[in-house]
């Protein structure tokens, strides 16, 4: 036979077990899916320092002299920014892609002869590429990251 006292107790517990799921599962939700936003912050991180780099690439190979079956296939700014906004890369909105290529002499200080716009072969092509990460975790504020990667290469012809 079970004594009055303990029935009276057990009375006073009754719901605690589900608060208390209830706020672990609030807390292990929100773990889980920052998890797996930070994993998808980092894929996308990846993925803007790869557009950077073809980017560079993309203008190292066409700088002022580039020809191809004596056609000019040179590449200016907007050039290569349609190229990098073009990749499709998987899991970026290219809305949320800016793409900056800046020409300079290579090394620093020298000047940019024949072109004045230093897409010659000897010269140095950077372009930077920034995304704005949209960061959304259950029960926390949305926030917005902006990643930014750049990538530099001598200009090859």
């Known amino acids: 036979m079970r004594s009055p006292r303990r029935r009276h107790l057990r009375r006073q517990e009754d719901g605690?077990?589900?608060?208390?799921?209830?706020?672990?599962?609030?807390?292990?939700?929100?773990?889980?899916f920052g998890v797996m936003e930070i994993g998808l912050a980092l894929y996308s991180y990846h993925f803007i320092?790869?557009?950077?780099?073809?980017?560079?690439r993309y203008a190292r190979v066409r700088g002022y002299t580039?020809?191809?079956?004596?056609?000019s296939c040179t590449a200016n700014?907007?050039?290569?920014?349609a190229y990098v906004l073009g990749l499709a890369l998987p899991g970026i909105d290219p809305a949320q892609l800016t793409v900056t290529p800046t020409f300079?002499?290579?090394?620093?200080?020298t000047d940019c002869t024949?072109?004045?716009s230093c897409n010659n072969p000897g010269n140095l092509v950077t372009v930077t590429v920034s995304y704005s990460f949209p960061l959304t975790i259950p029960f926390v504020a949305?926030?917005?990251?902006?990643?930014?990667?750049?990538?530099?290469?001598?200009?090859?012809q």
């Open 16 to 32: 605690a077990a589900l608060a208390e799921f209830a706020i672990a599962a609030v807390v292990f939700s929100t773990a889980v």
């Open 49 to 56: 320092s790869e557009a950077a780099w073809e980017g560079s």
């Open 66 to 71: 580039c020809a191809s079956n004596g056609v």
């Open 77 to 81: 700014a907007a050039e290569i920014q």
């Open 104 to 109: 300079a002499g290579y090394p620093a200080g």
């Open 114 to 116: 024949p072109s004045a």
């Open 142 to 156: 949305p926030n917005t990251f902006t990643m930014t990667s750049a990538a530099s290469a001598v200009i090859s």
